[in-house]
């Protein structure tokens, strides 16, 4: 089945969103990374589990567009569009888990993260970016049909939501001492988290 202009448009579109995509979650898992552990920051060490999470999903799905680009046959587009699709709702549940458990003990033992400026910038970035990528994901995500793309572009959400949880947590306790600010409002996330990567396993809100 031929590809209409507007379907092409929008998937070779969606494969430069998902390439920038990865670009990016590259450089954030890994300033997210290094600074949530020196700073012991749950929500910024989350933070950059969800960008590793995001670099997954994001490939998953650029190796789906581009079989659809090489012409192949629909029934095969349709296996991958639903074994991406799954994929990414097990990424979701996985990120649901680690929040919960490390918030958890976090909150029960008492501990207090350390302050990152760099957690903070990082933070201010990424809803920047994500934002930008995640809306024109979608529009993208609506003209192909792909509920696949759909629940990947809500990964970058997903990043977004975690991004202003992190400013919240982080700039909480560097102005007012909150210390459990940082895993409560990684907390926040997990039952958004569970309903997308229910969802994406069920197949309902597949219709973009």
């Known amino acids: 089945m031929r590809e209409t202009p507007a379907h092409e448009r929008a998937r070779r579109r969606a494969e430069w969103l998902l390439l920038a995509t990865l670009l990016w979650d590259v450089v954030e898992m890994t300033v997210a990374l290094a600074s949530g552990f020196r700073a012991a920051s749950i929500a910024l060490v989350a933070f950059g589990l969800d960008s590793g999470i995001e670099i997954a999903a994001a490939g998953a799905l650029l190796w789906r567009l581009r079989l659809e680009g090489r012409g192949a046959p629909p029934e095969h587009i349709e296996q991958g569009e639903t074994l991406v699709h799954r994929f990414v709702g097990w990424t979701f549940l996985a990120l649901a888990a680690y929040v919960t458990v490390k918030s958890g003990l976090i909150l029960w033992r008492g501990q207090p993260p350390g302050q990152s400026l760099a957690g903070i910038v990082l933070a201010v970035a990424a809803l920047i970016v994500m934002t930008l990528l995640a809306r024109a994901k979608l529009r993208a995500a609506g003209i192909m049909g792909s509920p696949a793309l759909r629940a990947e572009a809500k990964e970058s959400l997903a990043c977004m939501f975690l991004a202003a949880a992190l400013l919240f947590g982080l700039a909480a ?11 409560a409002a990684a907390l926040l996330m997990v039952p958004w988290l569970l309903q997308e990567g229910r969802e994406a396993l069920t197949g309902e809100g597949a219709c973009c």
């Open 173 to 183: 306790h560097a102005a007012f001492g909150w210390w459990w600010a940082d895993p």
